[in-house]
């Protein structure tokens, strides 16, 4: 799988968008993008994930460039409770029959500030 | 409602003894998975499951034991052979035929070893 790198921490106010970038310049053409986020002492939770083309789902959107070698999730209007370690994670979407492991690296702590 | 149920939340343990950490859904999910948190750190993966009575070694598989008798179970025993067994553990399933790429995490186990 394709290594991605991260911001170690951002800040973002309230009400504001929150943009969290993610580098994957080593991507494969069948590698996918996946976001997941872990709110302090929860587990992960799954946001979004794309191949070519952006995605816009209820909780967020993702953003890929055309070269695909970096995406940007954005979350329009940032709250508290979005304050998260956010993962970026570069993996093929696995055929059926295989279980699927996705590496979660350290991620970008992002704090929204009130 | 569905969802993944690990107990117990936090166990504290001697030095030298095993421990069980209990993970079961109840999403008709077929693959499951253990992941490994330590502090500042993304997760690690130590086990995962694709169907009854079968399971592989993820990457930190040492000094840790599972068993998949049942669908909807998948234990772990951290034995007396992990030298470092204090960390937050992580259960996750996951559909396998037309996987998206989520997974579903429980809230987690803290286990200190004294």
């Known amino acids: 799988d394709a290594k991605t790198t991260q911001p170690p921490s951002m800040d973002c106010a309230e009400g504001r968008a929150a943009n969290l970038p993610c580098n994957h310049s080593t991507i494969s053409g069948n590698e996918y993008v996946y976001w997941y986020r872990q709110i302090h002492s929860q587990g992960p939770q799954y946001i979004i994930h794309?191949?070519?083309n952006n995605e816009t789902n209820e909780m967020a959107s993702l953003i890929i460039t055309e070269d695909r070698k970096s995406s940007t999730l954005i979350l329009p209007h940032a709250t508290l409770r979005d304050t998260a370690v956010y993962y970026c994670i570069v993996s093929v979407l696995i055929s059926s029959g295989s279980a699927r492991q996705l590496t979660f690296g350290s991620g970008t702590q992002l704090t929204v500030l009130p | 409602d569905g969802g993944i149920t690990q107990s117990p939340k936090y166990l504290f343990r001697k030095e030298g003894q095993n421990v069980t950490l209990s993970c079961e859904q109840n999403l008709n999910h077929d693959a499951m998975y253990w992941y490994r948190q330590d502090p500042g750190q993304g997760l690690r993966l130590i086990y995962y499951s694709q169907i009854v009575n079968d399971f592989q070694k993820g990457d930190i598989a040492e000094g840790y034991s599972v068993s998949r008798e049942k669908k909807e179970s998948f234990p772990l025993t951290v034995t007396s052979a992990q030298k470092n067994p204090t960390a937050f553990y992580l259960c996750?399933?996951?559909?396998?035929?037309?996987?998206?790429?989520?997974?579903?995490f429980g809230e987690g186990s803290r286990l200190t070893v004294l």
């Open positions: 996750a399933s996951s559909l396998l035929r037309d996987f998206t790429g989520e997974l579903f």
């Open positions: 794309g191949l070519k």
